[in-house]
């Protein structure tokens, strides 16, 4: 086996990097899966910064209608239309998907199985460029006449068909082929996590050995793999109903428009737990270092994932409720979706009865681990009003819907990558950053979420639809105790945002002034720990072998609190 | 240089092997989706039959007969690779790619006639499928052929005798969307 090969490469001075080696090809061109996780990183964070810039033109226009937004100006309807497609796509399929599996699996894979890199390195390289040329092509829609695509982020048909209802001909094909280019370079990247976590763990490693992160990773990829398919053929239908003219998705020349809902939430609820389960990965990494405790009960967390991917096929049409579906349909999508709370309540019990007892050290990376739980779970009890059916004829597509989805993917997006940012930061960047405004930072986005969306919980319950330019126009709707509402959402918005220049701050600055980290700064036991901080091309001098599980915190027979994988005894 | 992941193999399973497989699974998923809403469709319209009738049975079948045979050809240079006979396997991926073409081109013909005759994309939902799933299999049929002769090239010079297997799955995959094609599109009436 290769492992008992001394590593040709020496570090930082390997076949691929050169000392002489350009900006152009060290960065943008380079085949380490460290650079690529960070090219997916910091595009994830640029269209994070776009799509956030959208949330606050429009949460404007909602607070103060017709009023000049400072930084953009008057915002019509079909800016409007534009910005929430937008923001919703961006954060989904630019953000979420890039950060939480692109950036921390390409990142964390190979470190923490213990290879020298990913088993497909130029093919990683071509997932990001194509990602790249993707985010490229949705910006460009804003540019083409008509402007960007305001169909909402589901795109449904005929809306998003006909370019005399949604007036953006060029936008609304743009959209589409920016999104099946995404999915192009999300399959590329999701076969290459899969084959490496597969194939090139560490001698030693076996399957009970591997940290719940890289499981997870794994198995949002065959998820977001088995789901996509449909999808893109579905995309590709749409494509021609745009721009050739056909008629999968017309009524009226014996096409159908709730095909295109099937195969769109077909893969839209499986995505959930695709970007779902990273971030139950990365808050398990985080509690068990934090609490210095084993995980509890491993292969339960790892069954349930499984088990949870599965379940999460057969959920899909309680998005459809109101679509006209048969109601003994409805019943059974009622059920599974009432089904599909169980796994995911279990994990969260699994994640308390790890911190039960610990050693408990608040601190940043901790924090917003427990805050993802806490907040999780509201997004998660919401959610069983939605899918059962009774309750969802009222809530379909009011500012409930709206609210318990942000308190989903807020968690996941925002949340599991702050807490897997700021833990992993030493090995990425070999610096430590600042903890006390990291925790400023922590209680400001926190506090200001739940502000943002609390009372879109209210509005929601209110009868307040999703979707609508102006308010004013709904007299039921426009009342002063519900305006109050909103500019209160808008003005958390506005102070959440103002939050985020502290961590931008701490983090350039930590980056290049921070104090030294050294190789395990948190004393945690998985395999990336045991690299240079940050760690060179070829990770380690000599690739590592593991003889234990990864979460051995504590253990009685041991002075210290902790028992790194790859130490013999 | 290939870093030591790509060489190692935990799952007992070539890296190359494995990740070829997880190819074939994520395309079944697309033409699955395809065809689940071809079906869907077809089985709430019953004057599809019409439409279908329309189609050239004969032709559809005279592919299937070159497809089927390229597969052969394409297990034919596996074997050769096992041998480490690399010129033999080269020789038939050639043969293969030539079925590939020879496809195409029946497929071209055929698709010629019936635009002439006014059947095009935009006749009738059935029409609409028929070109688009057609015309994906036809891509992969295109693109497989092109990998294929990179295959070959490197094959003929002795190295990267694996790949002549990685290739042949895919291959045998590519026919076998189409042999799920050709009665729906073509038999069913």
Known sequence: MAESIPHEVDPGHGDHHHEDQGFVSKYLLSTDHKIIAMQYMFTGMLMAVIGGFMSYVFRMQLAFP????????????????????????????????????????????????????????????????IFLISALVLLSSYLVEGGGFGGAWTSYPPLSAKSQYNLTPAGASLWLLAVALEFVAFLLGGINFITTAMNSRAPGMKLYDIPMVIWMIVIASILFMVSVGPLIAGAIMLFFDQTLGTA?????????????????????????????????????????????????????VLHTAVGTGVLSFT?????????????????????????????????????????????????????????????????????????ASGADVYFHDTYFVLAHFHYTFYPI?????????????????????????????????????????????????????????????????????????????????????????????????????????????????????????????????????????????????REEDYWPQHLPN | M??????????????????????????????????????????????????????????????????LTSSFLAVSAHAAAEKGDGKKAARYLWYTIGGAMTFVAIKSFEWYTEITHGFTITSNTFWSFYYTAAGIHALHVIAGAFIMAIVAREAAKGLELHRVELIGIYWHFVDIVWIFLFPLLYIAK
């Open chain 1, 315 to 387: 959920v899909w049409a309680h998005h459809q409720f109101i679509a006209g579906i048969d109601p003994r349909m409805a019943h059974i999508f009622t059920l599974t979706t009432l089904l599909i709370s169980i796994p995911i309540a279990e994990m969260m019990f699994v994640y308390i009865a790890t911190l039960y007892g610990g050693s408990i050290r608040l601190t940043t990376p901790m924090l917003w681990a427990l805050a993802f739980i806490g907040e999780f779970l509201i997004g998660g009890v919401t959610g069983i009003f939605l899918g």
């Open chain 1, 66 to 129: 017709g009023e000049s937004v400072p930084l953009w100006g008057i915002v019509t309807p079909a800016n409007y239309n534009a910005l929430i497609t937008n923001h919703g796509t961006i954060m989904i399929f630019w953000v979420a998907m890039p950060v939480l599996i692109a950036a921390f699996g390409n990142y964390l894979i190979p470190l923490m199985v213990g290879a020298d890199d990913m088993v497909f390195p130029k093919l990683n390289r071509l997932s990001y460029q």
């Open chain 1, 248 to 300: 999968f998705f017309d009524p009226n020349r014996g096409g159908d428009p709730i095909l295109w809902q099937h195969l769109f939430w077909f893969f839209g609820h499986p995505e959930v737990y695709v970007v779902l389960l990273p971030a139950v990965g990365i808050t398990a990494e985080i509690i068990t270092v934090f609490a210095r405790k084993k995980l509890f009960a491993y292969k339960t």
């Open chain 1, 413 to 557: 997006a925002i949340i599991g990558t702050f807490a897997g940012v700021s833990y992993w930061f030493p090995k990425m960047f070999g610096r430590m950053m600042n903890d006390t405004l990291g925790k400023i930072h922590f209680w400001g986005s926190i506090v200001s979420f739940n502000f943002i969306f609390i009372p879109l919980f209210v509005l929601g319950t209110a009868g307040q639809h999703r979707r609508i330019f102006d308010f004013q126009n709904f007299p039921a709707l426009a009342t002063p105790e519900l305006q109050q509402l909103r500019i209160l959402a808008t003005m958390s918005l506005v102070v959440m945002l103002g939050f985020q220049f502290v961590w931008l701050y701490n983090f350039i600055n930590s980056m290049f002034r921070g104090p030294k980290a050294g190789k395990n700064p948190w004393k945690a036991n998985t395999l990336e720990w045991s690299a240079d901080s940050p760690p060179p091309h070829g990770n380690w001098p000599e690739l590592p072998t593991v003889y234990r599980p990864p979460y051995e915190y504590s253990h009685p027979d």
């Open chain 2, 2 to 67: 290939r870093p030591i992941a790509t060489t190692r193999s935990a799952s007992g399973m070539p890296t190359g092997l494995l990740a070829v497989w997880w190819v074939v699974a994520s395309e079944i998923v697309i033409f699955g989706g395809l065809l689940a809403s071809y079906l869907m469709y077809r089985l709430s319209h019953d004057s599809w039959s019409e439409q279908a009738a329309n189609t050239n049975t004969a032709i559809g079948a005279t592919n299937t007969f070159v497809l």
